[in-house]
């Protein structure tokens, strides 16, 4: 069974940082591709960053480009989001993605 557990997120100053990490079980890690998808409060689904399963390319939206950075361990079969420079409009709950499997999500807050 695949399992997907995102942790990291919390209440964070506008300009501030947090990683986001998502643990998995329950396939072969190093075979497929990883994507992080966020929901604002009242919003649909925004894919945030994607990284196939050798790391070799990161590819972002021009929302984030610039200040989130995907990254993969496959010893660990972990798939880390750092989101740095964080606005209010980051303020979303923020899902690990692999195909049609998904984490319970974690939520980040950026406010004052």
């Known amino acids: 069974e695949v399992q997907l557990v995102e942790s990291g997120g919390g209440l964070v100053q506008p300009g501030g940082s947090l990683t986001l990490s998502c643990a998995t079980s329950?396939?072969?890690?190093?075979?497929?591709?990883m994507s992080w998808v966020r929901q604002a409060p009242g919003k649909g689904l925004e894919w945030v960053s994607g990284?196939?399963?050798?790391?070799?390319?990161?590819i972002y939206p021009d929302s984030v480009k610039g200040r989130f950075t995907i990254s993969r361990d496959n010893a660990k079969t972990t798939v880390d989001l750092q989101l740095t420079d964080l606005t209010p409009e980051d303020t979303a709950i923020y899902y690990c993605?692999?195909?049609?499997?998904w984490g319970q999500g974690t939520q980040v807050i950026v406010s004052s």
């Open positions: 993605n692999l195909h049609e499997h």
């Open positions: 329950g396939f072969t890690f190093s075979y497929y591709g």
């Open positions: 990284i196939y399963n050798t790391g070799g390319s990161l």
